[in-house]
């Protein structure tokens, strides 16, 4: 990209205020999209903490997008079952989430080390000439006008100052943002009392296969085993422990011993941390976005911190690239805040709850919630809910950029993420349908659509920018003339029907933008603007 620090004439695209997970994937995303991109970061090498340690399906499918997630699944690891025991030892909840197919293409739980991840999210970079990063930068200031935003950092090293110029500034620099604080823009919601060690590390030799939340009201703790041996502990701080008595490593030996050898364990790391479930009292201010950790925090027990920023950069990625490339107005990005602030709300509430569950530390409660547990699980269609996972928020839009304005039938197509079943290609090989649908718009439709249907559809994915994808059901002959891939699993065909469809648009984070019959193909033409 050749930037010159010293220019504060020089333009980039989109600057980005710190590289943790969230900035570094954002940075790919833009990457792909061919937006010039510049990541300033404070620290010098990649964060060394552990903190996030699992991601979800819909994560996965948006490394997916990065065209990076074979890569990174290397490091990761695939929980299949998770359990939470009462303070006896008893299991009273499993998840079967090896078993749960929520249909976007992945099971719902792996586990990862963050600092691997982060690593080969920044190699990505070096895919893109027009994706700079620089470390040991900090961002300082921000002034904007109508035509973007001047950035002031700070050599970290030196103390020198620079300014840099660019259109959007994207503040992805955690729960202590500067760029949010230089906004004044304030967090509010609940700042939780209870402080918790978390402890990574590696075990020598076999490794317990564990995913345990320990509901015992003496301690609670979570308990995993991660790819490469590392295993990951969180205990509660209980009344009149320091955090300095809980960092010591004969204390920690002490708490993991229940669990495994401790002489079999180096630990890694060791640090006492505070939740919060706060969010921003707003996500966008002029040219200056918050993503991540700098919109909204929340406890871990869902595992869904990170996540819902990766969700944040899957959003506003696509947005920003449009607007830059002229192919969308401005006001497109206010369909960012609408869109998420909702979503993560619910899962904000998921976790408390869960929190509650797990925490309870009267112990006339937690055997009380370990009955009951217990027994509410002998009715077929609850312990379907649990053990299914089907408690965790599904990713949908009540409202924001989608045909048809705010969603009245909360199972209407428009607004809901896109299902990713497997599909065979002309070749043979079965893929997963994201690898089919390119980085922009998609339209889908039947194989054997009406010629003017498909020629519609056709010019619509031009304009758009994007693919025309055919599929035809596995049983039908295929035709030389009409190129498709095969629905191998019936699940296209299904959703298809179930939603009277014969046109859909995705957007390109995999959201359905509409799915109409081919009468109203006009409209949605309309409604997109092009
Ligand atoms: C103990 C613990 C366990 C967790 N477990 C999970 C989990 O299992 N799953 C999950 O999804 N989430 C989990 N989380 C939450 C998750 O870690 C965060 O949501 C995630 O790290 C947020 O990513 P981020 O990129 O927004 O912010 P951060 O990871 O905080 O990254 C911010 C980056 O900005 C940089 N920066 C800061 N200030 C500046 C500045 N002035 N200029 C330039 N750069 C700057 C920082 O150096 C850093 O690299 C956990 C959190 C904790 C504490």
Redesign the pocket.
């Known amino acids: 990209m050749g930037c010159d620090s010293q220019q504060s004439d020089m333009q980039v695209d989109v600057i980005i205020?710190?590289?943790?997970?969230?900035?570094?994937l954002t940075g790919n995303l833009l990457g792909l999209m061919g937006v010039r991109t510049l990541l300033?970061?404070?620290?010098v090498a990649?964060?060394g903490?552990?903190?996030?340690?699992?991601?979800d399906d819909e994560?996965l499918r948006i490394y997916q997008a990065t065209g990076l997630l074979e890569l990174l699944q290397k490091d990761m690891k695939e929980t299949r079952f998770a359990e939470y025991v009462g303070g006896s030892g008893k299991r009273f909840a499993e998840v079967h989430t090896g078993q749960t197919d929520f249909g976007f293409g992945h099971t719902p739980l792996w586990f990862f080390h963050?600092p691997l991840l982060e690593g080969a999210l920044r190699d990505g970079f070096q895919r893109f000439p027009h994706v700079e990063l620089r470390q040991g930068?900090?961002?300082?200031s921000v002034e904007q006008d109508a035509r973007g935003v001047t950035v002031r950092?700070r050599e970290v090293a030196t103390g020198a100052v620079h300014s840099v110029r660019g259109r959007y500034l994207l503040a992805?620099?955690?729960?202590?943002?500067?760029?949010r604080k230089a906004l004044g823009i304030e967090m509010s919601g609940k700042a939780y009392g209870e402080q918790?060690l978390?402890v990574s590390g590696t075990i020598d030799g076999p490794a317990p296969d564990l995913c345990r939340f320990v509901c015992d009201p003496k301690r609670p703790a979570f308990i995993a085993t991660g790819a490469r041996n590392q295993l990951r502990w969180?205990f509660m701080m209980m009344p009149g422990e320091t955090r300095e008595h809980l960092e010591k490593p004969e204390t920690i030996a002490g708490l993991i011993a229940p669990y495994v050898d401790p002489k079999r364990v180096r630990i890694e790391r060791a640090?006492v941390?505070t939740?919060h479930c706060l969010n921003a009292a707003r996500w966008r201010e002029r040219n200056v976005f918050l993503?991540?950790?700098?919109a909204h925090?929340m406890p871990?027990f869902m595992?869904?911190?990170?996540?819902?920023?990766m969700r944040d950069a899957a959003n506003l990625a696509w947005k920003l690239k449009r607007v830059l490339h002229g192919q969308a107005s401005d006001s497109l990005l206010d369909s960012y805040e609408q869109e998420r602030r909702p979503h993560v709300a619910d899962v904000q509430k998921l976790c408390v709850n869960v929190g509650h569950l797990f925490m309870a530390r009267n112990p006339v409660v937690a055997t009380l919630r370990d009955v009951f547990m217990r027994t509410v699980q002998r009715i077929p269609r609850v312990r379907r809910f649990i053990q299914g996972f089907e408690f965790k928020q599904p990713p949908l839009h009540a409202q924001g950029y989608y045909f048809g304005g705010p969603k009245v039938d909360p199972k209407a197509a428009e607004g809901s993420y896109f299902i990713q079943p497997k599909v065979r290609l002309e070749s043979g090989e079965e893929v997963l349908l994201d690898q089919t649908l390119g980085n922009d718009f998609t339209v889908l439709c039947r194989w054997d659509a009406p010629a003017a249907e498909l020629a519609a559809a056709r010019e619509l994915a031009e304009s758009l920018g994007g693919r025309l994808v055919t599929f035809r059901p596995a049983q039908q002959t295929p035709k030389a003339e009409a190129p498709a891939v095969v629905d191998v699993t019936g699940k296209l065909t299904e959703w298809f029907s179930r939603h009277a469809a014969d046109v859909v648009v995705l957007r390109p984070d995999r959201f359905v933008f509409g799915a109409v019959k081919a009468q109203r193909l006009p409209e949605l033409r309309s409604a997109l603007g092009v």
């Open positions: 205020s710190g590289c943790g997970p969230v900035g570094a300033l970061e404070r620290d990649p964060h903490e552990p903190r996030a340690f699992s991601c994560g963050q930068m900090a961002f300082e950092y992805c620099d955690g729960a202590r943002s500067a760029v918790w978390a969180e640090q941390y939740f993503l991540g950790d700098a925090t871990p595992g869904q911190g990170l996540v819902s920023g």
